[in-house]
């Protein structure tokens, strides 16, 4: 078994995870500086104010990544930082910074990939109704328009959304993200707005540069059912895959929503889709995002599920409220088999995609620096190992995975959980920001050196 050649080895960050300098530069608030000054929202009040200073020390970071061998870096642009209105005028500052990043990408021979929006909505947009509001598309898609115009002659791969189904069900329903509004309605028409926004961007996108590549990046699971034959169960798993595997796949290829989501949303839905709408849902993209972390399972709920999950869909399956250890530091089990069985599905279920590319991938485990000031993080070792190993199985098996990027290059701030989870390749010691490269680093290392030749030995060891 082996890669292709031209196969990509990347690392992915986010703006407001490691960037700080939450307020220089002429940026303003995003709905996450607002999310992280709300009381209780945020593990033990922590904020994006300083993050990884990634603003201050980007150089830093683009050394430890040119070290590894990293080929591509996944970052996002930050929207309060270019367009600190949210419309209108462009921030030079802001634009400045990211024309900083991208020479020394290019000059440390690391190409970058830059994802339009990664959650860091401006607050004034948000105060105006944010994603449920319509005119987010049109926002969304000038905003595109000034990226493009800055950073298109040197940034060929663009994701336009980072995992829509979190910034719409997380965000504006079950309320656990940022901006924390739990409002079905609000949710719903978010869902039809992030599938719109995604059209709408490719199309500003193109307008400027008619070369880029971008496509959308959604978080994606395989399902499992503790009693495959419950009629009742099955539903269930159908309504949750529709949510989150198919509702915006099924939009940008067929110009359609799922018929199963479509008659459960019913007038809800009806009052946000206009006229037209659906034929401009139907886009082609050249890649598709897909970040993948876990299986989930579906149980029977009890009633008290019921009432802790409502409107999720979503129910362990262990009768303690559970799912199948072992377990990360997340709380997610580790299923690497259910990445192949992801890919081989949407394979097989979207042949119309050419260019899959594993966005993110990666699990939070809280190892620090020995006496020696070594970070011997094995079990992410294994984890990265036993994933690329099912990427690999997945590529023998003809699906199309162009590139892989490991979530993530920094420990940084991991949004509701704080700075408490590390899905870092490097540590970062959040006091004195120093950056020390773990085992897992020294691992991707060797694998990006020998394009995966070296997983075998490493699996075996």
Not at 318 to 342: V, Y
């Amino acid at each position: 078994m082996s890669f292709p050649e031209d196969f990509n080895w990347g690392a992915a960050t986010a703006s407001f995870q490691i960037e700080g300098a939450s307020k220089d530069g002429g940026r303003t608030p995003s709905i996450w500086d607002t999310f992280c000054a709300t009381p209780g929202k945020v593990f033990q009040g922590h904020n994006g104010d300083i993050a990884c200073d990634h603003y201050h020390r980007y150089q830093e970071d683009i050394n430890i990544m040119k070290d590894l061998g990293i080929q591509s870096y996944r970052f996002s642009l930050a929207w309060p930082r270019i367009i600190p209105g949210g419309t209108g005028q462009r921030n030079q500052h802001g634009i400045d910074f990211y024309d900083r990043l991208i020479d020394a990408l290019l000059e440390a021979g690391i190409q970058p990939t830059a994802t339009l929006y990664h959650w860091d909505l401006p607050q004034v947009l948000q105060d105006n109704g944010g994603w449920a509001n319509r005119d987010i598309v049109s926002q969304i898609a000038d905003y595109a328009t000034v990226a493009a115009e800055s950073f298109g002659d040197r940034v060929a791969n663009w994701v336009t959304i980072n995992e829509p189904w979190c910034v719409t069900w997380l965000g504006y329903y079950i309320g656990v993200h940022a901006p924390g509004v739990k409002d079905l309605d609000q949710a719903v028409a978010s869902a039809h707005h992030t599938a719109l926004a995604h059209a709408e961007i490719t199309r500003a996108l193109r307008a400027v540069r008619p070369e880029i590549r971008s496509g959308i990046t959604l978080n994606m699971t395989s399902y499992q059912l503790d009693d495959p034959t419950n009629p009742e169960l099955i539903k269930l798993r159908d309504l949750q895959d529709s949510n989150l595997n198919r509702w915006w796949l099924d939009a940008q290829l067929k110009g359609e929503y799922p018929e199963n989501l479509v008659e459960f949303y019913g007038d809800k839905l009806k009052r946000v889709v206009k006229d037209g709408d659906m034929e401009k849902l139907k886009i082609d993209s050249e890649f598709l995002g897909i970040n993948y972390y876990s299986d989930s399972f579906i149980s029977t709920p009890t009633e008290e599920q019921v009432k802790k999950n409502e409107g999720t869909f979503i129910f362990p399956i262990n009768s303690d409220g559970t799912s199948p250890a072992p377990h990360t530091d997340m709380g997610w089990p580790i299923t690497p088999e259910g990445l192949t069985n992801l890919l081989v599905r949407v394979n097989k279920d979207w042949p119309e995609i050419q260019d899959i590319a594993i966005t993110e991938n990666g699990v939070a485990y809280g190892d620090e620096p020995d006496e020696n000031g070594v970070v011997n993080d094995e079990r992410r070792v294994d984890y990265l190992v036993n994933h690329l190993d099912s990427v690999e199985k997945a590529i023998d098996q003809g699906v199309p995975v162009k590139s892989y990027y490991y979530w993530s290059l920094l420990d940084n701030f991991e949004w509701a959980e704080g700075y408490a989870k590390r899905f870092g390749i490097v540590f970062v010691n959040f006091e004195t920001l120093q950056r020390i490269p773990k085992l897992s680093a020294s691992v991707y290392s060797k694998v990006i050196a020998t394009n995966g030749k070296v997983l075998d030995s490493v699996k075996k060891s």
